[in-house]
T-cell receptor, first 112, second 113 residues
Framework: DAKTTQPTSMDCAEGRAANLPCNHS???????VYWYRQIHSQGPQYIIH???NNETNEMASLIITEDRKSSTLILPHATLRDTAVYYC?????????????FGGGTRVLVKP | DAGVTQSPTHLIKTRGQQVTLRCSPK?????VSWYQQALGQGPQFIFQ???????QRGNFPDRFSGHQFPNYSSELNVNALLLGDSALYLC????????????FGDGTRLSIL
């Protein structure tokens, strides 16, 4: 699986959009981009994933560049409960249930 | 609809002992993966079970073993515990299909004294 690079930490203002970048320059054509987050003392929570088109769900939006070498997770209106470590993961499309390879993630602090 | 459940939530053991952790997958899921998360680090893949067999394994010694039951629940066993085995152990379940996200439980916090 391709490696990802994320900023170590970032602060966001409550009520504003939070834009979390991720670089995955070695991504191959059969690899998806997944985002998870982990709130303190809880297990990782699935947020969203995509292949090449932009995706949106009730939690966030995922913007993938045309060359697929980077992506941005957007939390449209950050709340204090969005404070967490956010992981960007590249995962191959293989036989069922391929493993997730976590990096260090981005520690996001939402401030009032 | 219950999500992934793990037991126990906390456990304290001493060096050399053996431990068994348990996981019940989300309803409808048939694949279970186990991860180890040391303090301040991201989760590290241990192994994955599908159809009661180990299908993938990460870089962990044979002291780590597992089992999946016909009802898709799973156990993680660790023998000859070391101080370095202290960590949060996470279970994730998914459907046995490509491109299906894994859903995690809140883990078992294992402390080795």
């Amino acid at each position: 699986d391709a490696k990802t690079t994320q900023p170590t930490s970032m602060d966001c203002a409550e009520g504003r959009a939070a834009n979390l970048p991720c670089n995955h320059s070695t991504i191959s054509g059969n690899e998806y981009v997944y985002w998870y987050r982990q709130i303190h003392s809880q297990g990782p929570q699935y947020i969203i994933h995509g292949l090449k088109n932009n995706e949106t769900n009730e939690m966030a939006s995922l913007i993938i560049t045309e060359d697929r070498k980077s992506s941005t997770l957007i939390l449209p209106h950050a709340t204090l409960r969005d404070t967490a470590v956010y992981y960007c993961i590249v995962r191959a499309i293989k036989a069922a249930g391929n493993k997730l390879t976590f990096g260090g993630g981005t520690r996001v602090l939402v401030k009032p | 609809d219950a999500g992934v459940t793990q037991s126990p939530t906390h456990l304290i053991k001493t060096r050399g002992q053996q431990v068994t952790l348990r996981c019940s997958p989300k309803s409808g899921h048939d694949t279970v993966s186990w991860y180890q998360q040391a303090l301040g680090q991201g989760p590290q893949f241990i192994f994955q079970y599908y159809e009661e067999e180990e299908r993938q394994r990460g870089n962990f010694p044979d002291r780590f073993s597992g089992h999946q039951f016909p009802n898709y629940s799973s156990e993680l066993n660790v023998n000859a515990l070391l101080l370095g085995d202290s960590a949060l152990y996470l279970c994730a379940s998914s459907l046995g299909q490509v491109n299906q996200p894994q859903h995690f439980g809140d883990g078992t916090r294992l402390s080795i004294l």
